[in-house]
């Protein structure tokens, strides 16, 4: 018996390890280990043998059954392992040629640039404030001591709307109007900076654009002097531009700001940008707002954003900014 | 303003020893920045005066002529020259070889195209003198072959300053006026000339005679008298100066009048007084009076001028206009060779309106220029003086006495100021002394007060821009210096930050980004007729002085703009376009007295090849960005907008902007092919609505419920109602519904079309049972059925 137990149960181990699929080892498996398999079928011999032989035999079965159990589990491992290996072959995929694009969207480099201009200042414990770009005569130019008539205004090469009064409306030549509405809105003490787009008739050339942007800076408080203005420039040119950077003031003209000045960012090796115009607010623009020059004094400041994107960027020509290739807008 | 260094010496000893580009330093921590610096003069040697005798055709070169000179042995000597503008005679200069030019290069003997040149022909710009580079300076006939330039012209070593000089500082549009700063500044004494005129017996105020008409705008008027001038060229120092500050020579009268005017900041206004007492019956006279509207006047320029009655004109005796007061003179009583006898006059005219009529007519001059700043009225004693003193012989003899009216002067009463006042804008800490030892050298001569605290300021009359406190702490910085007054930080009280509008805005932009899109920046200006092209009303607001037309129409959306972005791209092959914009645009408001333009903050996207669908993604993407509950989509038909693929996009039923396609008409109107999305929504709108406040729902940890169902609607049967309706009939048990199916076809009623949504039931609290989806299936499909006559399918 025992030997016919080995026959079969080599037999059996020959069509389990042989089994070329995993189709083929449930078959197999079906065929010797299943409820009509070959063990169950000499197994069932086993109520004709006496006592002692069939405890041996059975014994030697069960034993039979278990190896061939782990056999076939092995066997089963390895004939899966192959076939999700021949399927992920055929799966293979080549990631060099993948055509898809990661495209990102873009913010304008002016854009960014205000962005971080704007963050500058608001590290500075400045708000950020805004206004029409359409404007009236009163803002742009009278509440902010160009009265009528005023040589000053010629500085400004204003673009002028079909609406309301004749001459009375007009597209901002700078942010300052904004400033005007601040400190009409909102008493002091004022920390504000005003980005926004400005206008002048002018053509579109490598340096110049006719619409442009600008940002403006205005504090209101009470005993604010020009070395503070010195100060919050400096603090900006180094926050900005980096530590080793500093500023100075240079005397100038503007009827909005008495005493006004030119500041220039210097760089490291000692040469330097124009970047901007600033001064001590006059007091006629602060009673034109409605604010005590005698209990409250500022300062103000602003400059042209697009050349310094241009500069830090290395762009050589304005006109880039408004064409709007998608080459040019995706670099940035 | 351009000044020379040697000018300014004469008013103040700058030293000898000072370095041209710091002085430029100084004169720019003044307030007058110094814009260029030539230094006169210098690397001349070696150019020599030299005659044409013979131009030939180069035979190798078209743009090279050869030209043969004489430097005074009679050799004819062959350059090789890039300039044609001279003739055979000609003096020229010529840098002989060996010559080391200002610029650095160094003059050799050498064959150009295979023709020898001995030296170069210079341009004025080679040899630092003024002229222009586009040809060879032609010297005058009166020099000596192969003498040194410098020698012949006199040109002495000098530094040529251009100084920007600030509305603000009438005072610096003269030599003098720089000086005065520069002298204050450097610590160093300041003189004004004092000439002597000797006069005849002739009386002037026998010979000529003044009105004032409008003594508001004319605040003095003089004139002095020469008889038996001598009409002929300038002094060649004086000529040279001229032509080194800008200005060309024409006589001696005429030069001496811009000499004063540079030195002193005076304009003045020489007539010949023969012609002017020939042309008025009743003798030599003037009369200052306004202009009668559509007055005419020949100007020096001979150009004829309609006067308006803004304009204040200088009239002959009997009231007939012969110049434009304070702007030109008039062409009719010129100095001319045949000029005896001359009057000199020198005025004071109100600065606005000379602004003004020179801005009407468009006739800026060194003379306005001067007027409009405000000259100084006290100082035409002195100039009437100097310009004797300059013509020197040639004045023949000054009669006596000048003829002075006056009208209203600036009132130049001088002001008290505040020394706490000074220190509290400047931050400073000047004693009264140190202010007034800052003040004094530039005349705003300062008196202190017996309690030391007090300050009275006198105005020059040469800064009329300053009469008030303010201006005096501006000049105390000014002559102290900006840069060291020190930098210190206001305390600021106040949190700096964004409001919610700019943080939100950021949001937008990061979300658009998020999708691929690139922000673009179009000009906002039109040309007439871009929003008739683009499929708008043409009523955007136009530019009433625009520079060119295709740069005067304001838009009222940004969709003309990003077409024409899409065109570039498109023309350049550049794919995947796909832009986004924020911008205002403007509108006539409905309410007519309004102040300003409707102007509205809009966002807007166009994806060259997307569909309709990526432009709803697009809203849906911003409304779930921006937390906007009750957003959504109904179909409409718009201008601009593809006739059947587009749709308004709406918050709580309010239109906010539109969402689709762009109408092919315009796509073909701006050459852009294939389908283009486009969604553009007004921010102001958008916003205004309740957004940005997330309601939490606690996620279900219970098994959820999937049915699917399938609705035969009719068409024009919102989708979007349909799922509203079914969310509705759900109620608390939905998880959500999704349109995942359309289908017209066999099976479905003409007119009508199959929509199926996969709805999800889920409860927060519990399992649902079979049951209980049952229920829930049942009034479903009751709720659509009964609300857009629906029937279930299948």
Redesign the interface.
Known sequence: MIDELHRIAAEARTQIEGAASVDALDDAERATLGKKGSLKAFKKQLGRLEPDERKSVGQAVNEAITALEAVAADRRHDLSKAERAAQYEADRLDLTEVTT?G??????L??QAI?EL?DV????????A?G?????DFYNFEALNFPE????R??YDT??????E??R?L?RTHTSPVQVRVMQEQAP?I?SVMPG?TFR????DATHL??FHQIEGL?I?R??????L???I??FTKAYFGGEFSS??????FPFT?????FDIIRPDGSFLELGGCG?V??NVLRNCGIDPEEF?GFAFGFGIERLANTKAGVDDMRE???????F??QF | MKVLLSWLREFTPIPDDTDPEELGLVMGDLGMAVESMDLLGEGLDGIIVAEVLELKAHPNADRMQIVDVDTGDGEPLQICCGAFNMAVGDLVPLATVGTVMPNGMEIKRAKKRGEWSNGMLCSPVEVNLPGDAGGILILPDSLTLGDALIDALGVEADVLYDLEINPNRPDAMSVAGVARDLAARLGLPFSLPTPSVPTGSAKAADLISVEILDPERCGRFTARVLQGVTVGPSDPKIANRLTLLGMRPINNIVDVSNYVMLELGQPSHPYDLAALAARSSSGAGFRVRRAIEGESLLTLDDVERTLSDVDLLICDADDVPIGLAGVMGGADTEISEATTDVVVEMAWFERMPVAKTARRLGLRSEASARFERGCDHAAIDLAQDRFIELLGAAAGTAAEGMVDERGRLPDRTPIEVRPGRVNALLGSEFSVQEMKDLLDPIGFTTELGADGESMTVALPTYRLDSDTEVDVVEEVARMYGYARLGKTMPVSTLSGGLTRRQQERRVIRNLLAGRGLCEAAPMPFLAPGDLERAGLPGDGITITNPLVAEESVLRTSLLPGLLKSVRHNVSHRNDDIALFEIGHVFRRPSDPSAELPDEREVVAVIIAGGDATEAVAVWRTLCEGLVVPNADVANAEMPAMHPTRSAVARVEGEVVGSVGEVDPDVLEAYDIPGRVAWLEIDLDRLLAHPHGDPTYTRVSRFPSSDIDLAFEVAEGISATDVAATIETAAADLLGYVRLFDTYRGSGVADGRRSLTYAVRLQATDRTLTDAEVGDVRTRIIEAVAGAHGATLRG
Do not use: C, K, W
């Not at chain 1, 005993?223 to 503070?228: A, E, S």
């Open positions: 694009r495209r990102a969207g873009h913010l304008h002016v854009t962005m704007e200042f608001v590290g500075l414990g400045f708000t950020v805004e029409p770009e359409v404007e009236t008539g005023h040589p000053a010629d500085m673009l002028y709307v079909d609406f309301g004749p001459g409306t597209l003490p920390y787009r008739q002018d053509t579109a006719p619409v504090v408080d005993g604010i002097t020009l070395t503070d010195a100060g919050t400096d603090r100075r003031l240079r005397p100038s003209y008495e005493p006004s000045a030119e001590m006059h007091p004094s900014l408004i064409t709007n290739d998608v080459r807008l995706r």
